[in-house]
């Protein structure tokens, strides 16, 4: 039992993580209806930001403020290399991020040097009795963390215009520009929060441990998490990445051995999961349906 | 539209591939000079270019999916392995580390890795008629991580990660196809061999194109309710694409590793599907020639951008420097996409028929 | 006053498909424009708003002007505040958002004139207020297009530009149309109507003009062009000279091509 | 109206009118009831109730149409006249209701089912494709009229070519019937809109209907073209004996060429009756036509 | 094709990557050129953090061999031909292809699939190799010249200074997936069979997320000893995240396991106390001749073992250039011929004496030493030596008839 409430937590903690990281995708897709292929290089670069950051000014002004410095280079992205494909093919404009990817990753590696960084978080592997059972801080943290900054994005998308704004532009840049819309600005913000939110979500899943150059890979998970919860659909991307983060951490508890399978499957659980309910639901479990009619 | 009006007597001469002597004068032309290549390039040169004449094949299979049907696939890579590991298992040595069972013969082994290819393709297709867009494209980018996880789990067949296992023979009746003899070298003969097969896969392509299956596949593409409605069974011709596309992937997965003669799980990575995508959209989706262009253009880039550093001044040569041409030389790889992309959205084929156009016009503009 | 002037708009580089055409809609008038399609009407709309760029379009030579200021190197946004605001032709609803959300996003320069707004639009428009929480896209082709309208006037403009709003209404609805516009324009709002339904706009209008291939061929009172011979086959299906009597599309002959005005 | 004289059953015109010699192995569902008689409606449409959350969309709407005949729906927007041809062409299933066509019942089947039994329509919206050159549309008409398989088609030889070849002199033939020489290889997306519309009809023409179905043909068009739809549409009936529905806003074009009319409102049948007879209906006055009489 | 055979003005018979005018940086510029590619992990893949310095020490050293008088009338040029793999078997077959009819030889070729692409070509064309890896396999290659304990040996005496320690009774080893990998699980196996303690095997992914499996398997199947091979993040996280969730065996890396770096990890408190480290041959601030060359001749790097390692990996084709040219033979051929009889290669101390005898064979050649380290803060590369080279019983007694990782 404290087993398996363990693994729930552990779970829940990466899965917060997951949904940091899917929330990025989510935003830009929300209003661009492209997947960037650019975040997890944003969210690299993000962590390796802090790293040199959290000996300099604390853990606690960097992660901001690396936040901050990976809008402004998603910023710069957007403006030169996504902005004059507006109105261009999803796909095209995916491609072209991916590009974007491969390019930031090298500079980031660059910056990686040779040894492992870390991103001197306070919690380290420090673990947090409730009962019986244990929890690491480090999850913890990533769970307050995931909740504030989703009921910020949340208060941000019902309350302000810019969150219709965007989601107009998403579906018909045209008829959004010419109601006044504009619509890059719009795609700014959008590249802009996304970046800034990679960047933490980077932060989270360096805690405790180490950043090196495989650390994108991470940001990989995002995808089945956004097409599970429904690539537009903010909900979605948290539920779907508190699912998948806690179906992997089941599965790496107790199945991870599947002697047909091979070892270490939980690594591909995400996307097995994704595939079984997409089966049953087309767009995912929150994502709006395509409206088509003739 | 057209250039010259020419007189056409009948609709055969009209629906002929080359229907202007423009047209094949260029192909003879060009065919000649692919054909006399190995005359005028050296060994390295010609063992790329058989890669590209391979990736082309397996890029003209994804632009049916993709460019002709309209359904994004970032699953080639599964295909492309699944090719692969069918061929290499059917020729491979029966006494080796990994599964063999001796059937040399390239006449047997490469349709086989079609055959199976396309099989795994059927098996997907259901999804595509459920699936629109992006969603299909992560669901088939799933496939390539599932995919890499058994390649990499099954190591009786593939060798396992990180170690691999040797790719199919090139044997016909018996005598292998490419070793250096007096008449030519290894490498002339392969890049021989592989543009022969590509110029048979693009002329089958070109035809299944231009035919009622093609068709049917261009009206999915742009509308596929109004499809449905004049008469085209979706999840068939769907089906269809699926199979046609994953059986192109797997032959050129089994010829692909066949210059090497050594792959690993790891090569069918996320990568590999991006670099098929990106050599459909940089050729131009929805041609064939697009997509035989956009695989050149893929295939030669990191060699371009290789000899290009050269040309980048003040870049160090020493790895450890920052930033160096080795940095260089894999941020042009993806900044050269970039620019492409963004300067001529329509691919390689938009390209040409900017300049052609404009030769056209020329000199009036308006 | 908004103003065009010598207007050229030149598409992808190469197709001149304004050539050098001018019109005025004095403020608070209701000024028709007619024209066959592919003539430039939509162009015209789209120079004047600032949305010929994601067309690849550009203004080549003239000018528009608001008030004697150039319009046409502004960006929609700011000529949407200034007072511009056009209903696209084909609706061009957002179909995944709800019918509310689709009129809030039409006060997005003006924010807090919504709510009123809103009131306002509901009341000209009862269907929409029944449909408010439906998404927009499953809406028929005519509640479409009311809420495209709809959602033009949240921006509350001076000069309303209409591309073919009557396209695809049902009869009664075009008149209601007919009655808004009148009514819009009453509380002072000028009123550019593209129209291919000739008869419902030259009723209204003030003034009109005749399109051809991207120049004015014809620029009268819309009075005297309901009484132009060349008007009355081509654009009202009435016989020319005396009488009101419509030709019955039975009695159309086949061998019946296009009189072109030279110009 | 002056009604034709009663023809066959057998339509003449356009192109090859012999159906391929093989029966249609995988396309056409197998006919149950035995060959139907030329008195016979072409179409039954029984009671039909469609739904979404919330909406009627068809709300018990029966009507039939006869072998000869051009029947036209109206009604307001929203009222559920597409949504009928929707139900016909398999593209909504109806929750209840019987539509029987040509002897076969059409409810559960495919759109590319139905297509096949010879329903034809035109969309309210154009929904040509749009990077097709107007020759490449017209041939997808005629989809299900080509059979060879994907084999024959990678080599192009024998019958792939032969069947295209034919194909391509049908089409031909439509292209004559509308007019559509000097557009012939332009992708119709850059055609003008008129042009685009006179491509759906000829796309439908290419499918050999037994039946067309007319989403708001003339709607957005100016009166010239209005004229030149007209003038198609009834050499369509005059020459090929097409029967048709006919759903349009333009009342001048509805009661001119419309044999009977079907009037709805909120998805419920209003008034069904002549050209004639519905124009003075108050309730149709009311609810559709309002103040606005013909000029 | 390809380059005729030529004989020098002292009659050296030359054939490719081998030029009278001189090396682009020469010494003296006098000499001729013998040119040597590398093909290496320079940007992407994931073993550039070692690949980068490797890379860096060889060159130093070939340097150092040129100021002392090259080789012959010849000195060695490795920055012309050096190119990136990205640890992908393609890339590395055509950049291979690319620099072949350019050099005499590979100064190094790294990963073991990218190898596996280039070996048969390698065999056809008498192209000989100094490999950046340490799989057992390469033994069987007589165009591989590699150097040190494979990690197949080493794990095996690592578990005898395990024993010797602290006696485990049950054994698990962790590991990346391919030959690097399993080779080391290989010798852990064989290991435990003969010393009778339990074996477990159990693979991992390279990648933040992905340990999540192996935590779990270490921590269900308590063994008293796992050992890693691994990249040093993967390894932290493990050791990191196994300590935190109560596991109380030890553990000991492998040789590229360990990074400086580590020791301001959060797993830092689990590494010390709980974590050793084996390697084929001591580390960098070691008092040896060779060791002292090596850090005279990259003055102010931070010290790292992937400098070492570079440098170590150059010393058999340094003795083979020398014995071709003594032989008069310094075509392909005569490289091959030059290495196959080859007894013995002056590691200057780095290895012991008798290290390097490629004549010998497979077993008979192989070299058997390892020594263990532990984490240490006060260390250059953050350890500190707990038993210099070594050979244990096991490992000596072990008969290398076949590559390791095929016995896993
Ligand atoms: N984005 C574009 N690129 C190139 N040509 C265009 C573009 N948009 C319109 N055109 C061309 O410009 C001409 C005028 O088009 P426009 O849409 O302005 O006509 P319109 O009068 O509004 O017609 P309609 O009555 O059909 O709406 C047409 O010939 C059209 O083909
Ligand atoms: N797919 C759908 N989902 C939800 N509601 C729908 C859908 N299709 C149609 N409706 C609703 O059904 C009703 C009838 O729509 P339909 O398109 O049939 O009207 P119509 O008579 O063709 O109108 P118009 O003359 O404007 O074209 C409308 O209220 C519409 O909103
Ligand atoms: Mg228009
Ligand atoms: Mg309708």
Do not use: C, I, K
């Given at each position: 039992m404290t087993e398996l409430i363990e693994s729930l937590l552990r779970g829940l903690g990466t899965g917060s993580v997951y949904a940091l990281l899917a929330l990025g995708f989510v935003i830009i897709y929300k209003a661009t209806r492209v997947i960037s292929f650019a975040q997890p290089a944003f969210m690299l670069a993000g962590v390796v930001a802090v790293t040199y950051l959290t000996p300099a000014v604390g853990f606690w002004a960097a992660v901001p403020l690396a936040a901050l410095g990976t809008a402004l280079l998603a910023l710069g992205v957007e403006r030169t290399a996504v902005r004059p494909m507006v109105g261009r093919p999803a796909f095209v404009v995916a491609i072209i991020t991916l590009g974007v990817d491969v390019a930031v990753r090298v500079v980031v590696n660059a910056f990686i040097g040779l040894d492992v960084r870390h991103v001197g978080d306070p919690w380290g592997l420090r673990t947090l009795a409730l009962g019986p059972v244990e929890m690491q801080q480090r999850h913890l943290a990533a769970v307050v963390a995931a909740a504030l900054l989703v009921a910020g994005l949340f208060a941000f998308f019902r309350f302000t215009r810019t969150g219709l704004a965007m989601r107009a532009a998403a579906l018909d840049q045209e008829a959004a520009l010419a109601h006044g819309v504009s619509v890059g600005a719009v795609f700014a913000v959008s590249w802009a929060l996304a970046g800034g939110l990679a960047a933490v979500a980077g932060t989270f899943a360096a805690a405790g441990a180490s950043v090196d150059t495989a650390l994108w890979l991470i940001a990989l998970t995002a995808l089945p998490v956004i097409i599970l919860g429904g690539l537009d659909s903010l909900p979605g991307a948290v539920i779907g990445g508190l699912a998948v983060g806690v179906l992997q951490e089941l599965v790496a508890t107790y199945a991870n051995d599947v002697a047909w399978l091979g070892g270490n499957v939980s690594v591909i659980t995400p996307y097995v999961l994704m595939l079984v309910v997409l089966l049953v639901r087309p767009y995912g479990l929150f994502g709006t349906r395509e409206v088509e009619r003739v | 539209m057209r250039g010259r009006p020419l007189l056409r007597t009948s609709y055969a001469e009209e629906l002929a591939l080359l229907d202007t002597p423009a047209k094949r004068g260029w192909t003879a032309a060009l065919l000649v000079l692919a054909l006399a290549l190995p005359f005028l390039l050296t060994d390295d040169l010609l063992q790329l270019l058989a890669v590209c004449c391979v990736a082309a094949i397996g890029a003209i299979g994804l632009g049916l999916v993709t460019g002709y049907a309209g359904q994004v696939s970032l699953g080639h890579a599964f295909f492309l392995g699944i090719g692969a590991y069918t061929a290499a298992a059917l020729s491979g040595d029966p006494d080796g580390r990994v599964i063999g069972l001796g059937v040399t013969d390239i006449a047997l082994w490469l349709p086989a890795a079609g055959l199976v290819a396309a099989v795994a393709g059927v098996l997907v297709a259901p999804l595509a008629t459920r699936l629109r867009g992006l969603y299909l494209a992560i669901v088939t980018l799933g496939l390539v991580f599932i995919g890499q996880h058994i390649f990499n789990e099954w190591s009786s067949l593939t060798g396992g990660a990180g170690v691999g296992r040797p790719a199919a023979t090139l044997e016909f009746l018996g005598r292998p196809l490419a070793v250096t003899d007096e008449i030519a070298t290894r490498d002339q003969k392969l890049y021989w061999l592989m543009l022969v097969l590509l110029l048979v896969f693009a002329l089958a392509a070109r035809n299944l194109a231009r035919s009622r299956i093609g068709r049917a596949f261009t009206a999915i593409r742009d509308r596929d309710i109004a499809a449905g409605v004049i008469g085209v069974n979706l999840p068939r011709y769907k089906t269809i694409a699926f199979a046609v596309s994953s059986f192109y992937a797997g032959c050129a997965g089994a010829l692909l590793y066949t210059v090497t003669g050594f792959f690993d799980p790891g090569s069918f990575s996320l990568l590999l599907s991006v670099q098929y995508i990106a050599m459909v959209l940089i050729g131009g989706a929805g041609t064939i020639s697009g997509a035989i262009a956009g695989a050149f253009f893929i295939t030669l880039l990191p060699r371009l951008t290789r000899e290009l550093q050269a040309w980048v001044p003040f870049i160090s040569t020493q790895p450890n420097e920052v930033p160096n041409v080795f940095q260089v030389e894999t941020i042009l790889y993806g900044v050269l996409i970039i620019v492409f992309l963004i300067f001529e959205p329509r691919g390689l084929f938009g390209l040409w028929i900017r300049a052609r156009t404009y030769w056209k016009a020329w000199p009036f503009s308006y | 006053m908004l103003q065009v002037r010598n207007l050229e708009v030149v598409y992808d580089d190469?197709?001149?498909?304004?050539?050098?055409l001018s019109i005025t809609v004095p403020p608070g008038a209701i000024v028709a424009l007619l024209g066959a399609n592919g003539a430039g009407k939509t162009t015209l709309l789209r120079a004047i708003t600032g949305l010929l760029d994601i067309h690849d379009g550009e203004v080549a030579r003239g000018e528009v002007t608001l008030d004697g200021e150039p319009l046409h190197r502004l960006r929609p946004a700011a000529i949407v505040r200034r007072g511009v605001a056009q209903v696209m032709e084909g609706r061009r609803i957002f179909g995944e958002l709800t019918v509310e959300e689709n009129l809030r996003l039409g006060g997005h320069t003006d924010p807090r004139r919504i709510p009123a707004r809103l009131d306002e639009v509901y009341a000209l428009f009862p269907v929409l207020a029944d449909r408010r929480r439906r998404t927009a896209g499953y809406l028929s082709g005519g509640e479409q297009q009311m809420l495209a309208m709809g959602r033009a006037l949240m921006a509350g403009p001076r000069y309303l530009l209409l591309d073919e709003?009557?396209?695809?209404?049902a009869p009664r609805l075009v008149e209601q149309v007919r009655e808004l516009i009148l009514r819009i324009n009453a509380a002072g709002t000028a009123v550019l109507l593209v129209e291919q339904n000739a008869t419902m706009a030259l009723s209204i209008a003030a003034h009109g003009y005749v399109l051809e291939t991207g120049r004015v061929v014809l620029d009268k009172p819309a009075a005297q062009l309901l009484a132009d011979d060349d008007v009355r086959e081509?654009?009202?299906?009435?016989?020319?000279?005396?009488?009101?009597a419509r030709r019955s599309f039975r009695d159309v002959k086949h061998y019946r091509r296009r009189k072109r005005w030279l110009s | 109206m002056t009604d034709e004289p009663t023809r066959t059953d057998e339509p003449s015109g356009t192109g090859d009118r012999t159906r391929s010699d093989e029966p249609s192995a995988t396309d056409a569902p197998v006919r149950t009831d035995t060959p139907t008689r030329a008195d016979e409606p072409i179409l039954t449409f029984d009671d039909v109730r469609l739904a979404f959350a919330g909406v009627r969309a068809i709300d018990g709407v029966s009507f039939t149409v006869g072998r000869q005949e051009l029947f036209a729906v109206i009604g307001p927007n929203g009222a559920g006249k597409t949504s009928i041809f929707n139900v016909l062409s398999g593209v909504y299933r109806p929750q209840a209701g019987r539509v029987v066509f040509d002897g076969v019942d059409l409810i559960g089947r495919r759109p590319h089912e139905i297509a096949a039994l010879g329903l034809a329509r035109t969309f309210q919206n154009v929904e040509l494709f749009?990077?097709?050159?107007v020759l490449e549309n017209l041939l997808l008409g005629r989809h299900h009229h080509i059979r060879y398989g994907p084999l024959s088609a990678l080599l192009w030889r024998g019958r792939a070519r032969r069947e295209e070849l034919a194909a391509r002199a049908a089409v031909e033939e439509i292209v004559d019937f509308l007019e559509l020489e000097q557009w012939r290889r332009m992708p119709v997306g850059l055609l003008p809109y008129g042009v685009q519309k006179r491509v759906e009809l000829g796309r439908a023409l290419a499918m050999e209907p037994k039946l067309l179905l007319l989403d708001e043909p003339v709607g957005g068009m100016n009166l010239e073209e209005t004229e030149d739809m007209a003038r198609y549409i009834l050499d369509v009936r005059e020459e090929l004996g097409i029967p048709m529905v006919l759903v349009e806003h333009d009342m001048g074009l509805v009661m001119d060429l419309a044999d009977r009319v079907l009037v709805v409102d909120f998805g419920q049948p209003v008034a069904t009756g002549t050209p004639a007879e519905i124009q003075h209906h108050p309730d149709v006055i009311r609810a559709y036509l309002g103040e606005v009489t013909r000029t | 094709r390809g380059g005729d055979t030529e004989s020098d003005a002292s009659g050296l018979k030359t054939d490719v990557g081998v030029t009278s005018e001189p090396c682009p940086e020469a010494v003296d510029k006098n000499k001729g050129c013998i040119y040597l590619g590398i093909i290496s992990d320079l940007t992407e893949g994931p073993f550039r953090a070692l690949a980068v310095p490797i890379t860096d020490a060889q060159k130093a050293f070939w340097k150092r061999v040129n100021t002392a008088g090259g080789i012959g009338d010849y000195e060695v040029d490795v920055t012309r031909y050096v190119r990136d793999n990205k640890y992908n078997p393609q890339t590395h077959n055509q950049v291979y292809q690319e620099i072949k009819p350019n050099?005499?030889?590979?100064a190094q070729s790294l990963g073991s699939p990218t190898t596996g692409a280039i070996l048969g070509d390698m065999k056809a064309n008498n192209v000989i190799a100094a490999p950046a890896a340490w799989t057992s396999g390469y033994a069987f290659e007589d165009v591989i010249i590699e150097s040190g304990a494979n990690y197949c040996v080493e794990s095996m005496n690592a578990l005898d200074y395990a024993r010797e320690a602290y006696s485990p009774k049950s054994l698990m080893a962790v590991h990346l997936a391919g030959d690097y990998g399993d080779d080391a699980a290989a010798g852990v196996k064989l290991a435990a069979q003969t010393l009778g303690m339990t074996f477990t095997d159990v693979k991992t992914d390279s990648g933040a997320d992905k340990q999540a499996g192996a935590i779990q398997a270490i921590l269900t199947g308590k063994p008293d000893l796992v050992v890693l091979t691994m990249g040093p993040a993967d390894a932290a996280t493990i050791v990191g995240q196994a300590v935190a969730r109560g596991f109380a065996g030890r553990f000991i890396g492998t040789s590229p396991t360990w990074n400086p770096a580590l020791l301001q990890s959060p797993a830092a408190p689990a590494l010390l106390a709980k974590y050793e480290q084996s390697a084929p041959w001591n580390s960098w601030?070691?008092?040896?001749p060779g060791h002292r060359a090596l850090r005279e001749a990259l003055p102010g790097v931070t010290p790292n073992d992937g400098y070492t390692a570079g440098w170590v990996w150059s010393y058999p084709m340094k003795a083979a250039l020398a014995k071709a040219v003594e032989d008069g033979d310094l075509t392909r051929a005569g490289l091959l011929k030059a290495v196959k009889s080859l007894t013995k290669v002056d590691y200057e101390g780095m290895l012991p004496d008798n290290a390097g005898n490629y004549a010998a064979g497979p077993n008979d050649g192989a070299v058997r030493v390892t020594a263990i380290y532990k984490p240490d803060p006060a260390g250059p590369t953050g350890v500190s030596r707990v038993r210099d080279l070594f050979t244990g019983p096991t490992a000596q007694a072990y008969t290398l008839d076949r590559p390791c990782y095929e016995k896993l």
């Open positions: - | - | 190469v197709m001149l498909v304004l050539r050098g709003p009557s396209l695809g209404l081509f654009y009202l299906g009435l016989h020319a000279g005396d009488g009101s | 749009a990077n097709l050159t | 050099v005499l030889a590979l601030s070691t008092d040896t």
